[in-house]
T-cell receptor, first 112, second 110 residues
């Protein structure tokens, strides 16, 4: 089944403790993105990747890192999480620049 | 500063009625305008999308109307059904960047 998977689905952590949210897609898509969803703000793009080793900042990249060492994986790294990064995070992928964007199931992160 | 403004925030429609959600943008470089549907606990899913060289696109009960000169686009859901109850997001894209509206929570009453 073609899909985007994220792990973990739920995470509660403390301020400053490094964490990684994994994202994987099995559709051989070139493009991948990370978004955060907050009430009243919709989704905001954090980072995107156009191919292996090619990444760039989205609208709200501060406090986040990404890497794309393999085509199928695009992990999101929070090196020193803060409470304002408490949010619902979505990974998404698409075949090319004009292709349909497929979203993962989401990761609900709480930073205390 | 929000790049895409969406209204209304919430919408209640009777079964069989027409649901209309509006979005406006400022950046004329946007070249792709998708609408996403999101059910509770799920990720958004593409519903329908349009490019600025087309003024209208219809897929089943869903229609996008696009007004390039006004920099506005809207989603019309004809014959709305209770199963359409969800949150809808408009978005605008320029190359690899996507900007989303704040969302509209649609409730279709039986």
């Amino acid at each position: 089944e073609a899909q985007v998977t994220q792990n973990p689905r739920y995470l509660i952590t403390v301020t400053g403790k490094k964490l990684t949210v994994t994202c994987s897609q099995n559709m051989n898509h070139e493009y991948m993105s990370w978004y955060r969803q907050d009430p009243g703000l919709g989704l905001r793009q954090i980072y995107y990747s156009m191919n292996v080793e090619v990444t760039d900042k989205g609208d709200v990249p501060e406090g986040y890192k990404v890497s794309r060492k393999e085509k199928r994986n695009f992990p999101l790294i929070l090196e020193s999480p803060s409470p304002n990064q408490t949010s619902l995070y979505f990974c998404a992928s698409r075949l090319d620049r004009v292709g349909e964007q497929y979203f993962g199931p989401g990761t609900r992160l709480t930073v205390t | 500063q929000q790049q895409v403004k969406q209204s209304p925030q919430s919408l209640i429609v009777q079964k069989g009625g027409i649901s209309i959600i509006n979005c406006a943008y400022e950046n004329t470089a946007f070249d792709y305008f998708p609408w996403y549907q999101q059910f509770p606990g799920k990720g958004p899913a593409l519903l329908i999308a349009i490019r600025p060289d087309v003024s209208e696109k219809k897929e089943g009960r869903f229609t996008i109307s696009f007004n390039k000169s006004a920099k506005q686009f809207s989603l019309h859901i004809m014959d709305s059904q209770p199963g359409d109850s969800a949150t809808y997001f408009c978005a605008a894209s320029n190359f690899n960047k996507f900007y989303f509206g704040s969302g509209t929570k649609l409730n279709v009453k039986p």
